[in-house]
């Protein structure tokens, strides 16, 4: 069967867009993507590669050709420095998808850009158009096969051809589906979607950029006098941080970084100044009627629509575009708001060790007291303070405004007038304690004053929360043999919150892991916990002490744990790896390093007050250099 799409060059008599000029695009580009300020160790700055997704249709290729116009024409412009990488994403649905894959590539390298076809791998059961979950399922895996080959190319920018019209579409589609924050249409730069848990991809990787590891030649920072200026620097510690049992000075886990972003420099270009900037440099592209099959998709229903019929002044291109700059507008004043309040707020223990933050909200009375705020604002505040403080610890990867309203009523009882409730909690996989006013610790956080003189609101002690016994078999990570290489093995994903990979170093005389057994990362058994403490011999006392203070209570079993499991199914714990405890003396624990790295978490506005041990106070705040 042949293939259903044409190669062509498409006419529409009644177009006078005008093209798009290579100072237009370098304009629409710089306001949204700045290339990253980093120098060679010979002080050069390195060449940024750019990611180019290429479908073929007329959207991607005046993507293609103005991005390489601009190289090869406009060097003094933003994208000076910059090259392009284009991928081609073959899914596999359509008969002849292959053939047009390896033209588009074939056009691509002709105007100099390298070029690459990605056969998409994905389940023979969700390649049939039409089903429910076709287009979703399509979407993810595309994303997911780009996000991949970002990753092999060491790219970490990706630009989309969403265009204007893919705006309306969208902001229809959200209307139709009764959203009202979505109505601010399709991002202008993200980060890139579906590929959570995918190391190198999904909000990680920065810390493996050559960039980030300029200094791993020189002398090393002695773990003690590791700071977060010398993190800022680019300073990254020595990848083997797997130690035995260390005094309470252990550094904390360094946050992961980076990370592929998607960009979308023509989201401001009608689709008609797409196809008049092809028309007008002969560039050809490639056509799929499914794309105009308005009973497959529910954007091609809308596509249909908004060509075929007259449609309501209200949803007319300009109405809708304006509708979503007035509500942009409107949630650009409700983050400046949420900035102010979350000032306010303090955080007095960050603990990426063990997952727990102590914090004290700030005291909401003052919405009551500004007229202009209504109460649905206010709670709405409310709700996105507590989301910021629980992307700190929670193990999901989203937060939904709507599952807060319970905690809201909980932390923010000024809001409602209702009494005070001082009962532990939990709300999105996280364990809120309050904090009794006379701990020591408490009592000089709360000599803090509160900006508004308003009274000060109670401490909350929040983690993990506590594994139920039905999901720890959800949680845990094996990882292959290695055989004789001392690789370390690929980084996964725990519980949402820690990176981990580990390796096992060969020698002569060592002991060998039995090749029956495997090793695991799981949330601490309790059942294995007093023979792990048994054999800590003679570093029991030590370990315990940093256990109890850094995760008391339910705290460490949520901990993620090394354990051997052999072939018969018996168990053991080798290490705590956050916390740097291990079996010292074993003969197979001494063949094992680990490398523990935190999620990426943003805290640039977040009011982290810096707590001083030997002074007995609170330092002044800082924030910790984590990427916004």
């Known amino acids: 069967m042949k293939s259903t799409t044409h190669l062509a060059r498409k006419v529409i008599s009644s177009q006078k867009a005008k093209p798009i000029s290579a100072v237009e695009f370098s304009n629409a580009w710089a306001r949204i993507w700045r290339k990253p300020q980093q120098q060679t160790r010979s002080g050069a700055d390195p060449e940024a590669t750019i990611g180019l997704a290429i479908s073929g249709g007329v959207d991607s290729m005046a993507l293609a050709f103005l991005c390489s116009s601009l190289q090869k024409k406009q060097p003094s412009l933003e994208s000076g420095g910059s090259s392009f990488r284009a991928f081609v994403v073959d899914h596999g649905v359509r008969s002849g998808s292959d053939v047009e894959a390896l033209a588009v590539s074939r056009s691509l390298e002709d105007r100099g850009i390298p070029s690459h076809v990605l056969k998409m791998e994905w389940p023979e059961s969700l390649q049939t158009p039409g089903l429910p979950n076709f287009e979703s399922s399509a979407r993810k895996y595309r994303f997911r096969t780009l996000g991949n080959a970002c990753r092999q190319w060491g790219i970490d920018s990706l ?10 579409e969208t902001i229809m589609m959200r209307l139709m589906e009764g959203h009202r924050m979505g109505l601010t249409g399709i991002k202008e730069h993200a980060e890139i979607p579906e590929c959570y848990g995918i190391h190198g991809v999904h909000e990680s990787g920065g810390l493996d950029d050559p960039a980030m590891n300029r200094f791993k030649e020189e002398k090393a920072i002695p773990p003690q006098k590791f700071s977060s200026d010398n ?16 005094p309470h000075g252990i550094p904390q886990l ?15 270009f009608s689709k008609e100044r797409l196809i008049a900037t092809c028309k007008e440099n002969n560039v050809e592209w490639f056509e799929d009627h499914t794309n105009k099959d308005r009973t497959l998709t529910k954007r091609n229903a809308i596509r249909y629509m908004r060509a075929h019929h007259v449609l309501p002044k209200a ?5 809708l575009l304006q509708l979503a700059e007035r509500i942009k507008q409107q949630e650009q004043r409700r983050q400046n708001v949420l900035e102010q309040w979350l000032s306010r707020c303090r955080i007095t223990s960050l603990d990426l060790q063990a997952g727990t933050v102590k914090v004290r909200f700030a005291n909401l009375d003052g919405f009551r007291e500004d007229g202009s705020w209504s109460g649905e604002e206010a709670g709405q505040t409310a709700a996105e303070l507590l989301r910021k403080v629980l992307t700190l610890v929670t193990p999901h990867e989203h937060i939904s405004i709507s599952s807060l309203h319970g905690a809201v009523r909980r932390i923010f009882p000024e809001l409602s007038g209702e009494e005070p409730q001082k009962g532990s909690f939990t709300v999105c996989g996280v364990y809120f304690q309050y904090v009794p006013q006379d701990s020591p610790r408490v009592a000089i956080e709360s000599t803090l004053p509160d900006e508004d003189g308003h009274e000060s609101k109670p401490t909350w002690y929040i983690s993990r929360q506590p594994f139920g016994s039905n999901e720890i078999g959800r949680h845990v990570l094996t990882f292959p043999s290695p055989g004789n290489e001392c690789k370390w093995s690929a980084f996964q994903l725990f519980d949402g919150r820690y990176w ?8 002569a005389n060592d002991v060998d892991i039995p090749p029956s057994a495997t090793l695991q990362i799981k949330p601490l058994p309790q059942e294995l916990w007093p023979r792990f403490k048994e054999e800590l011999g003679g570093f029991r006392g030590q370990a315990i002490e940093i256990i109890k203070e850094k995760a008391p209570g339910g705290v460490r079993w ?25 079996l010292q003396h074993d003969s197979i624990n001494g063949k094992v390093q680990c490398e523990v790295r935190y999620k990426k ?22 924030r910790v250099p984590i990427e916004r």
């Not at 989309?160 to 309306?168: I, T």
């Open 159 to 168: 630009f989309l051809a969403h265009h204007e019209d893919d705006q309306v």
């Open 500 to 507: 981990i990979r580990i390796r096992i170093r060969t020698h």
């Open 231 to 246: 993190y800022q620097a680019g300073y990254q510690p020595l990848r083997d941080i797997y130690r035995p049992v260390i």
């Open 315 to 319: 949803l007319s291109k300009t109405a």
């Open 558 to 582: 949520t901990l993620p744990a090394l354990v051997l499991r052999e072939a018969g199914g018996k168990e053991r714990v080798l290490a705590l790896p956050t916390l740097g405890i291990s």
């Open 254 to 268: 360094i946050p992961e970084t980076g990370g592929v972003r998607v960009y979308r420099p023509l989201l401001g």
């Open 601 to 622: 978490i943003h805290t640039a506005e977040l009011p982290i007050i810096k707590a001083d041990r030997e002074l007995g106070g609170l330092g002044v705040g800082y």
